[in-house]
């Protein structure tokens, strides 16, 4: 029996360690992941491209930078973005600014306050063809949202066809 | 008489000429202008400190950003801000996105609309000594505000002494 259960406990472990290392179930035909799961370097680093405010249930106030191939293409304003263009939304909680309120003397200023998450797009027309050449990415923490959370990114995306599936705008 | 007239539009010319050229009043003494009057150079390429909303009469929505030294200093979380550093806050009214609004399906997006003014602040602690070592600017359709129009920046920045005279934080 000692021989048997060392067995089972042991293709268990190697199920296991093959259910971590194989693509989430639909992309099993070994296809490239269609999200990005990994942060891309240096992204604190680039440029401004705009600031955006979303108020409700949100409540968030932030930015979104640009790598040198999405800010050339932000300016020349030439649609579609090539490949290797990044685009970075730095995302936090809308929150007032006392000290700011304290001088202005009205509740007026608000700045970020805890971030909450950092989404990125990536362009690459083949890896990510599936979903309109723009690989999408949330983290949280530094952490990847799974691919559940990240599947409704390309249906809201494909809204802004008009503009290659991105919805901010460069700010001049 | 007709060299006489001649005389006197010469005279009212060249009095009209210095007049431009030297300084504003108050100023007579040739102390450096205390002001920031000429916009510098290639701040739109500069990195993200941070995004602003400003609601009520201001209604602006923007960022800050800063030059190389001024973000090495930020991120140092070193103060007070070394010579050269410059920020600069771009201001635009806050609107919201109809476009964005209408694929989240209600009215929560808010983003720069028109362009309202840029601000900077210079650090240069002996040619601005009278004003916490910042020169103050304001410009307006790239055109400089009048020094009465910027004499308000020096009090009410004091009040944020502890910071150097910077209100704005660094957005991790």
Redesign the interface.
């Known amino acids: 029996m000692k021989g048997f259960t060392f067995f089972v406990v042991a293709v268990a472990a190697i199920v296991g360690l093959v259910a971590l290392s194989v693509p989430a179930p639909g992309h099993a035909d070994a296809a490239p992941a269609p999200y990005v799961t990994e942060m891309p370097n240096g992204y ?5 491209v ?7 249930n ?1 409540n968030s ?3 979104v ?1 640009g790598n040198d191939i999405a800010i050339k293409a932000y300016r020349e304003g030439k649609w579609p973005f090539p490949d290797g263009s990044i685009i970075a939304a ?1 995302h ?1 909680r ?1 929150i007032p ?1 006392d ?2 309120n ?2 202005f003397g ?7 306050g805890a ?1 909450t998450n950092i989404q990125f797009m990536v362009k690459d027309s083949v890896k990510y063809a599936a979903t309109g050449g723009w690989g999408f990415g949330h983290f949280q923490g530094g952490k990847s949202a799974d691919a559940a959370f990240m599947k409704p990114c390309f249906p ?1 995306h494909e ?2 066809k008009a503009t290659d599936l991105v ?3 460069y ?2």
Chains 1, 2 share one sequence.
């Open positions: 604190r680093d680039w440029q401004w705009s600031s955006a405010h979303e108020a409700g949100l106030l932030g930015a930078l730095l936090y809308n600014s000290e700011n304290k001088v009205k509740e007026q200023s608000f700045v970020p971030p809201c809204k802004a919805f901010t705008r700010a001049p």
